[in-house]
């Protein structure tokens, strides 16, 4: 994935940038608004990893300006921790997720995989989640190149999982998908479906955790 | 103070003079009337009949009176039973208004280009030769009338504007007297050092010494704030420098080393020293927007729950490649609580760090809400070793860590314990259900703002 950082901090950035060449992503560094603006087309990236304490324009308002023209790119927003209504804030402008620095490299690296996965996952039939596959034509996933036997309740349940990644899904969120109106079903038999999934994807990198009264939530864990 | 009275005093000397004009000019026209009403009665009875004729004598008693205003011109005219003109001037001006009922009417009238004060009086003769209406008209000039009106006013004047001189002096020596302690007060403030702990002498004055006992409390009081805020200065810049040699003693250690295998080692000390003095570093921080966003009272309505879902989400998502469980628990839907989302997410966000680092692998983090008519809890309940009872209260101080081998900033509890507070409420270190330690924190529906 091609990758665009925008930060003033130029030790910060130039550390970024290591990183994420050592691990084989091609970034690229400008340090304020005003210059991306009239230097560069946001289409030849992938992702923004975009901070918002810049001198001249702030990151809120290239993020609106972003959102407002109807662009998509995924942005993953950097903040200093004394705003905490910035994290708030910059989820209601539009960003896809945030990182209050310091922060550790690796899990910025986890945060902008998801963040691909997501984007990927709307435009090709592949949803790659660490090392498991799931095809979203043919229906099948595979952990480490090997096919799961799953049933078409367990599949369907994996896709929703798999298209709600870090979001709780209540029972019933998922009976609703799950089952026609018409089909009787009990809370039991989507724990049954769980349990025979979980037991399916051990050894994956996707983990689903039961909050006991609130839901599940589905993470990957790479 | 002095300035509004003058002006108050000013309207009022306004509103007088209006009132000790008037008076002056009734009481001008009053005085002068009379003398013209005397002098008509008196020329009415100098009217004559001889024969079928009426005749005037006109009586010297009537040019004395006149005379009483002696710069005054004065006019007549006697007309007989027909209208006909017996004496004086015959285009004297006759008033519209004058009728046959009232023996004597006063009008004001302008004549040879004077303004002239008139009466007019009648009397029906019913001699057997001669019956009818006779009518005596007597003008005079107003000379003396504004004479004495003007006199009136002037005097009046003058005893009017001694009194308002009179009341501007008493109520500046009384302002002056009345305010005199405060400003004896504002003078030893101004000498006075806001730090330097000696309170203000107290005053003779009783009616003031409460003023100074006040700002005496008051001073105690930003005293002991500082002396707690200069405490919480030194114990924090102590944390943050013993991390920080740490930090520059694994650094100085690692760049001496001959030995390239070493370093590795050193690398993992430095990284978990950073990451102590990052977390001191987001706590002092988060204390210090907490205890400003209460002295502030920032409030809106507080959707507890759904807040509460998303930090345990949050939670979770963090810690999925742990073994922990975590549960949550609403009986019932909670109400709308007033107070400060964003501390109160602060708040709860330390207690599960806490639940999280301090319990085991394999724990059960839970957060539970209750309502009740008063308030309601929300607890934070975990399966870890929990805190002896003995050592509740000392965990709830500041920087004050429990010697259990691992580390914190020693900020988390006392961050919770000033946002319950600014909320109104109390913050309990309990026994939880679940086997180890319950955070509770009680918030009252009425928060006290």
Same mark, same amino acid.
């Given at each position: 994935?091609?990758?665009?950082?925008?930060?003033?901090?130029?030790?910060?950035?130039?550390?970024?940038?290591?990183?994420?060449?050592?691990?084989?992503?091609?970034?690229?560094?400008? /340090?304020?608004?005003?210059? &991306?603006?009239?230097?560069?087309?946001?289409?030849?990236?992938?992702?923004?990893?975009?901070?918002?304490?810049?001198? /001249?324009?702030? /990151?809120?308002?290239?993020?609106?300006?972003?959102?407002?023209?109807?662009?998509?790119?995924?942005?993953?927003? +950097?903040?200093?921790?004394?705003?905490?209504?910035?994290?708030?804030?910059?989820?209601?402008?539009?960003?896809?997720?945030?990182?209050?620095?310091?922060?550790?490299?690796?899990?910025? &690296? &986890?945060?902008?995989? &998801?963040?691909?996965?997501?984007?990927?996952? /709307?435009?090709?039939?592949?949803?790659?989640?660490?090392?498991?596959?799931?095809?979203?034509?043919?229906?099948?996933?595979?952990?480490?190149?090997?096919?799961?036997?799953?049933?078409?309740?367990?599949?369907? +349940?994996?896709?929703?999982?798999?298209?709600? +990644?870090?979001?709780?899904?209540?029972?019933?969120?998922?009976?609703?998908?799950?089952?026609?109106?018409?089909?009787?079903?009990?809370?039991?038999?989507?724990?049954?479906?769980?349990?025979?999934?979980?037991?399916?994807?051990?050894?994956?990198?996707?983990?689903?955790?039961?909050?006991?009264? +609130?839901?599940?939530?589905?993470?990957?864990?790479? | 103070?002095?300035?509004?009275?003058?002006?108050?005093? =000013?309207?009022?000397?306004?509103?007088?003079?209006?009132?000790?004009?008037? !008076?002056?000019?009734?009481?001008?026209? !009053?005085?002068?009337?009379?003398?013209?009403?005397?002098?008509?009665?008196?020329?009415?009875?100098?009217? %004559?009949? !001889?024969?079928?004729?009426?005749?005037?004598?006109?009586?010297?008693?009537?040019?004395?009176?006149?005379?009483?205003?002696?710069?005054?011109?004065?006019?007549?005219?006697?007309?007989?039973?027909?209208?006909?003109?017996?004496?004086?001037?015959?285009?004297?001006?006759?008033?519209?208004?004058?009728?046959?009922?009232?023996?004597?009417?006063?009008?004001?009238?302008?004549?040879?280009?004077?303004? #002239?004060?008139?009466?007019?009086?009648?009397?029906?003769?019913?001699?057997?030769?001669?019956?009818?209406?006779?009518?005596?008209?007597?003008?005079? @000039?107003?000379?003396?009338? %504004?004479?004495?009106?003007?006199?009136?006013?002037?005097?009046?004047?003058? #005893?009017?504007?001694?009194?308002?001189?009179?009341?501007?002096?008493?109520?500046?020596? $009384?302002?002056?007297? $009345?305010?005199?302690?405060?400003?004896?007060?504002?003078?030893?403030?101004?000498?006075?050092?806001?730090?330097?702990?000696?309170?203000?002498?107290? *005053?003779?004055?009783?009616?003031?010494?409460?003023?100074?006992?006040?700002?005496?409390?008051?001073?105690?009081?930003?005293?002991?704030?500082?002396?707690?805020?200069?405490?919480?200065?030194?114990?924090?810049?102590?944390?943050?420098?013993?991390?920080?040699?740490? *930090?520059?003693?694994?650094?100085?250690?690692?760049?001496?080393?001959?030995?390239?295998?070493?370093?590795?080692?050193?690398?993992?000390?430095?990284?978990?020293?950073?990451?102590?003095? @990052?977390?001191?570093?987001?706590?002092?921080?988060?204390?210090?927007?907490?205890?400003?966003?209460?002295?502030?009272?920032?409030?809106?309505?507080?959707?507890?729950?759904?807040?509460?879902?998303?930090?345990?989400?949050?939670?979770?998502?963090?810690?999925?490649?742990?073994?922990?469980?975590?549960? !949550?628990?609403?009986?019932?839907?909670?109400? =709308?609580?007033?107070?400060?989302?964003?501390? =109160?997410?602060?708040? #709860?966000?330390? =207690?599960?760090?806490?639940?999280?680092?301090?319990?085991?692998?394999?724990?059960?983090?839970?957060?539970?809400?209750?309502?009740?008519?008063?308030?309601?809890?929300?607890?934070?309940?975990?399966?870890?070793?929990?805190?002896?009872?003995?050592?509740?209260?000392?965990?709830?101080?500041?920087?004050?860590?429990?010697?259990?081998?691992?580390?914190?900033?020693?900020?988390?509890?006392?961050?919770?314990?000033?946002?319950?507070? $600014? %909320?109104?409420?109390?913050?309990?270190?309990?026994?939880?259900?679940?086997?180890?330690?319950?955070?509770?924190?009680?918030?009252?529906?009425?928060? #006290?703002?």
């Amino acid at each position: 994935m091609r990758m665009l950082l925008i930060e003033d901090n130029e030790s910060l950035a130039d550390s970024i940038r290591v990183y994420f060449r050592n691990l084989g992503h091609p970034i690229d560094w400008i /340090g304020s608004v005003e210059k &991306a603006e009239s230097s560069l087309s946001f289409a030849d990236f992938d992702m923004l990893i975009l901070d918002i304490n810049l001198p /001249g324009k702030s /990151g809120f308002q290239l993020l609106q300006s972003l959102r407002n023209q109807g662009n998509r790119i995924p942005v993953l927003v +950097l903040t200093a921790r004394t705003e905490v209504d910035d994290r708030v804030s910059s989820l209601d402008f539009g960003a896809d997720d945030y990182l209050a620095k310091p922060f550790d490299f690796r899990e910025l &690296a &986890a945060r902008c995989r &998801a963040l691909y996965r997501r984007e990927r996952g /709307g435009a090709s039939n592949e949803i790659q989640c660490g090392n498991l596959v799931y095809d979203l034509a043919a229906h099948s996933a595979k952990v480490n190149d090997v096919t799961l036997d799953l049933r078409p309740r367990e599949l369907q +349940l994996l896709e929703l999982f798999l298209k709600n +990644l870090d979001r709780v899904l209540t029972k019933d969120d998922i009976a609703n998908r799950l089952y026609s109106y018409d089909e009787a079903y009990t809370p039991n038999a989507i724990e049954q479906t769980l349990t025979r999934l979980r037991k399916q994807l051990d050894g994956s990198t996707l983990i689903i955790k039961t909050i006991r009264g +609130l839901g599940y939530l589905a993470h990957v864990d790479d | 103070m002095l300035g509004r009275s003058a002006i108050l005093l =000013l309207s009022i000397f306004i509103i007088l003079s209006l009132g000790v004009w008037h !008076y002056a000019r009734q009481s001008a026209n !009053y005085s002068y009337d009379r003398l013209l009403n005397s002098a008509s009665l008196s020329i009415m009875e100098g009217l %004559h009949v !001889y024969g079928k004729q009426v005749d005037l004598d006109l009586p010297y008693a009537a040019f004395e009176m006149m005379q009483l205003a002696d710069q005054d011109k004065v006019f007549y005219q006697v007309l007989g039973t027909q209208g006909e003109l017996i004496t004086g001037y015959a285009d004297m001006p006759l008033s519209d208004e004058f009728n046959e009922e009232s023996p004597i009417f006063f009008y004001n009238a302008h004549y040879l280009s004077e303004e #002239v004060r008139v009466v007019i009086r009648h009397k029906r003769l019913s001699e057997p030769a001669v019956s009818g209406w006779v009518t005596v008209v007597l003008a005079q @000039t107003l000379r003396a009338r %504004h004479q004495m009106m003007s006199d009136i006013l002037y005097r009046s004047f003058v #005893v009017l504007f001694g009194i308002m001189v009179c009341v501007m002096i008493v109520l500046w020596v $009384a302002i002056n007297r $009345a305010l005199e302690p405060l400003s004896s007060i504002s003078k030893s403030l101004a000498s006075h050092s806001l730090l330097s702990a000696e309170p203000i002498k107290a *005053t003779p004055i009783q009616e003031v010494s409460p003023l100074v006992s006040a700002i005496n409390d008051y001073q105690a009081q930003l005293l002991s704030n500082l002396a707690v805020m200069k405490r919480f200065i030194a114990d924090a810049s102590h944390q943050i420098r013993t991390a920080q040699s740490a *930090t520059q003693a694994q650094l100085d250690l690692a760049s001496q080393s001959q030995n390239l295998a070493d370093l590795p080692e050193h690398l993992d000390k430095i990284r978990k020293e950073h990451e102590r003095l @990052t977390r001191l570093t987001n706590q002092l921080l988060t204390h210090a927007m907490v205890v400003h966003r209460g002295d502030t009272a920032v409030t809106e309505k507080v959707d507890v729950e759904s807040v509460m879902k998303q930090l345990l989400t949050e939670c979770v998502r963090d810690n999925v490649h742990r073994l922990i469980e975590f549960s !949550y628990q609403c009986e019932r839907k909670l109400p =709308l609580l007033m107070g400060d989302s964003i501390s =109160l997410r602060e708040a #709860v966000r330390n =207690l599960l760090d806490n639940a999280v680092s301090y319990g085991s692998e394999q724990n059960q983090i839970e957060i539970c809400l209750r309502t009740d008519a008063t308030g309601i809890d929300i607890m934070i309940d975990d399966a870890g070793p929990g805190i002896p009872i003995e050592l509740r209260a000392k965990a709830l101080e500041r920087f004050q860590r429990l010697d259990n081998g691992l580390s914190g900033s020693g900020l988390g509890l006392s961050i919770v314990t000033s946002v319950v507070e $600014a %909320h109104g409420g109390n913050f309990f270190l309990e026994d939880s259900p679940l086997g180890g330690l319950r955070a509770r924190l009680r918030l009252p529906n009425e928060a #006290v703002s």
